[in-house]
């Protein structure tokens, strides 16, 4: 077999798995489903408001689970892939009712998650919110991928699970709610963030929509009336160039921020490590042209010659003209937590303060154990010029606690025992009179005297 026809054979192969015509669904029926799905009225309506209050208490708990079920029965992805289908096909009539059913049900999805932030007694933003505020490259990537996902779902006989998977991996409804969030805050840029994201994941999904309708050559629509028809195909593309214009636009953007911030984080790990300082927060941004790469040490001080002397190393990195930014905190108490950009590191910044503080709690009582022991050490250099005027007979003297054990109870008691040495002995009033002595030299209730002669 040649070369060539082992190539045909392969393309031959590709082709039969590939193919999606054998399974693919009637036009008009694929079409007539899209349409369908557009309407917000009704039922729809209260299916999304119950969703995104669903939504927002997951967003507003931090819990993961309740966000993908809130997902999982939102209507939202119904008119946008109406608008990519209505780009696909030239049909004007159907992109404009789409648009106008997507404002409705935007405007709901804010409204009813605002009321619910304001009315909600927590109005800390947690992680999940927060993730919602700032969309990255593969916001657009998952956006472009799930929408093309969804038409061939469409499109296809068997349509199984993949449309509630795509609605939860591009997650339309959290944005809103995060949205919503901004507005009862008085937070614009939880607000425009959010938006943002929400903007960047509709008109990626309805780009993907209308490349599939294209690429799986759904018929257009016909007009009588030829000054019509291209009146809607100039308003059509219009529409497409407006809408793929600012996508091609922020993922330049977004490329531009994901390659600064690899090489940012690259370099803060690389030239920012130090064994006796941690980095507590990084991040790396692009504002009116000025990169910025700002980063948070606690620990030893890093001297200012030598943050100098790692500035300086910036365009070993590609990163030429990019400021950096360090603030250092010297100790607990030098350390303002709320400039702290991520819910994540204020976690762990106050559970780490709280380990500390339950160390030095069990070190003091450590150290007064130590203390209260290491008095015994040199008591007895303390009262021998006493010794030698009260009681010249003792000649040696050792004083310390001993621990005795029960045989039979096996109970613990810690007894202050006197070990001596007598030049001579002493009778029984002389003992009796040391050792009452010693109880009140040393503060002890009792005290056990043991004669070494």
């Given at each position: 077999?040649?070369?060539?026809?082992?190539?045909?054979?392969?393309?031959?192969?590709?082709?039969?798995?590939?193919?999606?015509?054998?399974?693919?669904?009637?036009?008009?029926?694929?079409?007539?489903?899209?349409?369908?799905?557009?309407?917000?009225?009704?039922?729809?309506?209260?299916?999304?408001?119950?969703?995104?209050?669903?939504?927002?208490?997951?967003?507003?708990?931090?819990?993961?689970?309740?966000?993908?079920?809130?997902?999982?029965?939102?209507?939202?992805?119904?008119?946008?892939?109406?608008?990519?289908?209505?780009?696909?096909?030239?049909?004007?009539?159907?992109?404009?009712?789409?648009?106008?059913?997507?404002?409705?049900?935007?405007?709901?999805?804010?409204?009813?998650?605002?009321?619910?932030?304001?009315?909600?007694?927590?109005?800390?933003?947690?992680?999940?919110?927060?993730?919602?505020?700032?969309p990255t490259i593969y916001d657009v990537l998952i956006a472009f991928f799930g929408g093309g996902a969804g038409i061939v779902a469409m499109s296809s006989k068997q349509k199984g699970n993949v449309l509630p998977g795509v609605a939860i991996a591009t997650a339309l409804m959290p944005p809103l709610c995060t949205?919503?969030?901004?507005?009862?805050?008085?937070?614009?840029?939880?607000?425009?963030?959010?938006?943002?994201?929400?903007?960047?994941?509709?008109?990626?999904?309805?780009?993907?929509?209308?490349?599939?309708?294209?690429?799986?050559?759904?018929?257009?629509?016909?007009?009588?009336?030829?000054?019509?028809?291209?009146?809607?195909?100039?308003?059509?593309?219009?529409?497409?160039?407006?809408?793929?214009?600012?996508?091609?636009?922020?993922?330049?953007?977004?490329?531009?921020?994901?390659?600064?911030?690899?090489?940012?984080?690259?370099?803060?790990?690389?030239?920012?490590?130090?064994?006796?300082?941690?980095?507590?927060?990084?991040?790396?941004?692009?504002?009116?042209?000025?990169?910025?790469?700002?980063?948070?040490?606690?620990?030893?001080?890093?001297?200012?010659?030598?943050?100098?002397?790692?500035?300086?190393?910036?365009?070993?990195?590609?990163?030429?003209?990019?400021?950096?930014?360090?603030?250092?905190?010297?100790?607990?108490?030098?350390?303002?937590?709320?400039?702290?950009?991520?819910?994540?590191?204020?976690?762990?910044?106050?559970d780490n303060q709280q380990k500390i503080e339950r160390q030095d709690r069990c070190i003091d009582s450590l150290l007064a154990v130590v203390e209260h022991c290491r008095q015994y050490d040199s008591i007895g250099i303390a009262i021998a010029p006493e010794l030698k005027v009260l009681f010249p007979k003792v000649?040696?003297?050792?004083?310390?606690?001993?621990?005795?054990?029960?045989?039979?109870?096996?109970?613990?008691?810690?007894?202050?025992?006197?070990?001596?040495?007598?030049?001579?002995?002493?009778?029984?009033?002389?003992?009796?009179?040391?050792?009452?002595?010693l109880e009140a030299r040393i503060g002890a209730k009792s005290i056990y005297v043991l004669n070494e002669n």
């Amino acid at each position: 077999m040649t070369f060539n026809d082992t190539l045909n054979a392969v393309k031959q192969s590709l082709k039969r798995y590939l193919d999606q015509k054998q399974d693919r669904e009637n036009e008009q029926t694929t079409v007539q489903a899209i349409r369908e799905g557009i309407e917000f009225k009704g039922s729809n309506i209260w299916i999304l408001i119950f969703a995104i209050f669903m939504a927002s208490l997951g967003l507003n708990t931090n819990s993961t689970a309740v966000i993908i079920g809130a997902m999982l029965i939102s209507p939202l992805m119904g008119p946008i892939m109406g608008i990519g289908l209505g780009l696909g096909i030239n049909d004007f009539e159907l992109i404009k009712r789409s648009f106008y059913n997507l404002g409705v049900a935007t405007i709901f999805s804010v409204l009813t998650s605002t009321l619910y932030f304001l009315i909600s007694p927590l109005n800390e933003a947690r992680s999940e919110l927060l993730a919602r505020t700032a969309p990255t490259i593969y916001d657009v990537l998952i956006a472009f991928f799930g929408g093309g996902a969804g038409i061939v779902a469409m499109s296809s006989k068997q349509k199984g699970n993949v449309l509630p998977g795509v609605a939860i991996a591009t997650a339309l409804m959290p944005p809103l709610c995060t949205a919503g969030f901004g507005l009862a805050n008085g937070n614009p840029h939880y607000f425009f963030g959010a938006f943002y994201l929400f903007f960047i994941n509709s008109v990626f999904i309805a780009f993907a929509t209308t490349l599939g309708v294209k690429l799986m050559h759904f018929s257009k629509k016909q007009f009588v009336d030829p000054k019509r028809e291209k009146t809607v195909q100039r308003i059509v593309y219009t529409i497409l160039t407006l809408t793929i214009a600012p996508s091609i636009i922020l993922t330049y953007n977004m490329i531009r921020q994901n390659y600064f911030e690899a090489a940012a984080y690259q370099f803060v790990n690389t030239q920012l490590n130090f064994p006796e300082t941690q980095i507590l927060d990084k991040s790396a941004n692009i504002i009116n042209g000025q990169r910025t790469i700002k980063v948070s040490l606690i620990g030893k001080e890093v001297p200012q010659d030598s943050i100098a002397m790692i500035e300086s190393r910036l365009p070993q990195y590609g990163l030429g003209g990019t400021r950096l930014l360090i603030s250092q905190g010297y100790g607990q108490n030098n350390i303002d937590i709320n400039n702290l950009n991520s819910m994540m590191f204020q976690d762990i910044y106050k559970d780490n303060q709280q380990k500390i503080e339950r160390q030095d709690r069990c070190i003091d009582s450590l150290l007064a154990v130590v203390e209260h022991c290491r008095q015994y050490d040199s008591i007895g250099i303390a009262i021998a010029p006493e010794l030698k005027v009260l009681f010249p007979k003792v000649k040696e003297i050792a004083i310390s606690q001993m621990i005795f054990s029960n045989i039979d109870s096996s109970r613990l008691d810690t007894v202050t025992t006197a070990i001596t040495r007598y030049s001579h002995p002493l009778n029984q009033v002389e003992e009796k009179q040391f050792q009452k002595w010693l109880e009140a030299r040393i503060g002890a209730k009792s005290i056990y005297v043991l004669n070494e002669n």
